[in-house]
T-cell receptor, first 112, second 116 residues
Framework: DAGITQSPRHKVTETGTPVTLRCHQT?????MYWYRQDPGHGLRLIHY???????DKGEVSDGYSVSRSKTEDFLLTLESATSSQTSVYFC???????????FGPGTRLTVL | AQTVTQSQPEMSVQEAETVTLSCTYD???????LFWYKQPPSRQMILVIR??????QNATENRFSVNFQKAAKSFSLKISDSQLGDTAMYFC?????????????FGKGTHLIIQP
């Protein structure tokens, strides 16, 4: 298994509070991604990073920000969580070029 | 933008049978990659198989094989000799060539149930 961990694995929070999810990899892969998974939608890309301090928006980026100060860590922040952000969040990594993406175990976030 | 469609929300077959999951996609790209991912109840996303669009030969991984029809933009997954452990959600996904940084576009998934 690819060395990808996510923390926390589960979190319950209240509307309006800030939340940060962490993705950590030990593979030294250049590309990192955040997806969210909702019933009936499959997985949708939130943000991605193609290097340290290089990030860009995905399909569903509104309400989310990211940061990558080190190769191994990619942080996803919800500045003010809303109930619509209740979801399962997956981090993924890949090497440049035509390379497979490998996924972390996921974080289940509930916003009350 | 790309779209991926999985028209079968749920399928159920008996153990040891062969089952085919359907996937169609829409893209203006000529070079790309297609994937099938498995998500068992543990929630872990597991890569099952990959197909490069420039290859005419269909990809095979043990009991898993694909039927890739580029002109029809179809990419089905065949599971032979199905096992109870194959019970899972299966997602079809698309990636542009050179678009690794852009991430994957997923279908909504097919819930496959293998009955004993």
């Amino acid at each position: 298994d690819a060395g990808i961990t996510q923390s926390p694995r589960h979190k319950v929070t209240e509307t309006g509070t800030p939340v940060t999810l962490r993705c950590h990899q030990t593979e030294n892969h250049r590309y990192m991604y955040w997806y969210r998974q909702d019933p009936g939608h499959g997985l949708r890309l939130i943000h991605y990073s193609y290097g340290v301090k290089d990030t860009d928006k995905g399909e569903v980026s509104d309400g989310y920000s990211v940061s990558r100060s080190k190769t191994e860590d990619f942080l996803l922040t919800l500045e003010s969580a809303t109930s619509s952000q209740t979801s399962v969040y997956f981090c993924a990594i890949s090497a440049p070029g035509p390379s497979d993406q490998f996924f972390g175990p996921g974080t289940r976030l509930t916003v009350l | 933008a790309q779209t991926v469609t999985q028209s079968q929300p749920e399928m159920s077959v008996q153990e040891a049978e062969t089952v085919t999951l359907s996937c169609t996609y829409d893209t203006s790209e000529n070079n790309y990659y297609l994937f099938w991912y498995k998500q068992p109840p543990s929630r872990q996303m597991i890569l099952v198989i990959r197909q490069e669009a420039y290859k005419q030969q269909n990809a095979t991984e043990n009991r898993f094989s694909v039927n890739f029809q580029k002109a029809a933009k179809s990419f089905s997954l065949k599971i032979s000799d199905s096992q109870l452990g194959d019970t899972a959600m299966y997602f079809c996904a698309f990636m542009k060539q050179g678009g690794g940084a852009d991430g994957l576009t997923f279908g909504k998934g097919t819930h496959l149930i293998i009955q004993p």
